[in-house]
């Protein structure tokens, strides 16, 4: 007697070329702009043109046009980010902590920001929309209920 097995759900995942650029995007802006930290903190100046932002707004930033708004893009490549940054999830933190630790430890420069974002961007070109994932994870949908904004 065989058992019927449900359908399982098919990740969706961001075409390689989208998720190159929402990377290039970020590190360009961060490069170009400026690169910032802080508690809770995504972005300065305007969520549409930022003056500088932190790795989590400048990936909204980049794959929706306003730092503080997530999307489905952006929560991959997040994703994809969390496993280059904790790639054995060893880290007792939840995804949106995980981000705030990296980009706010006191010992982090703008040149590791940016080059964590060219090295995503590079596991892309090289791998795909999964960047070397084995599996794919959304954000919660507490990211987008986080303070946008406040002087650093």
């Not at 961001?14 to 970020?26: D, H, K, M, V, Y």
């Not at 929560?75 to 054995?88: K, S, T, V, Y």
Request: charged share 20%; proline share 9%; glycine share 6%.
């Amino acid at each position: 007697m065989t058992t019927a097995l449900a359908p399982q759900p098919q990740a969706t995942t961001t075409p390689a070329p989208e998720l190159r650029g929402i990377f290039q995007r970020s590190a360009a802006l961060i490069a170009e702009r400026g690169w910032c930290k802080g508690a809770e903190l995504l972005y300065v100046g305007s969520p549409h043109n930022p003056q500088a932002a932190t790795l989590a707004g400048a990936l909204q930033w980049a794959a929706t046009g306003h730092a503080e708004q997530p999307n489905s893009e952006s929560e991959q490549a997040l994703a994809i980010l969390r496993d280059r940054i904790d790639p054995d999830r060893k880290a007792p933190f939840d995804d949106w902590e995980l981000f705030c630790a990296w980009n706010d430890s006191p010992s982090r420069t703008r040149a590791q920001t940016i080059a964590l974002l060219v090295s995503a961007r590079n596991a892309v070109e090289r791998d795909g929309p999964g960047g070397g994932l084995v599996y794919r994870r959304a954000l919660p949908a507490s990211l987008s209920q986080v303070p946008v904004s406040r002087t650093v």
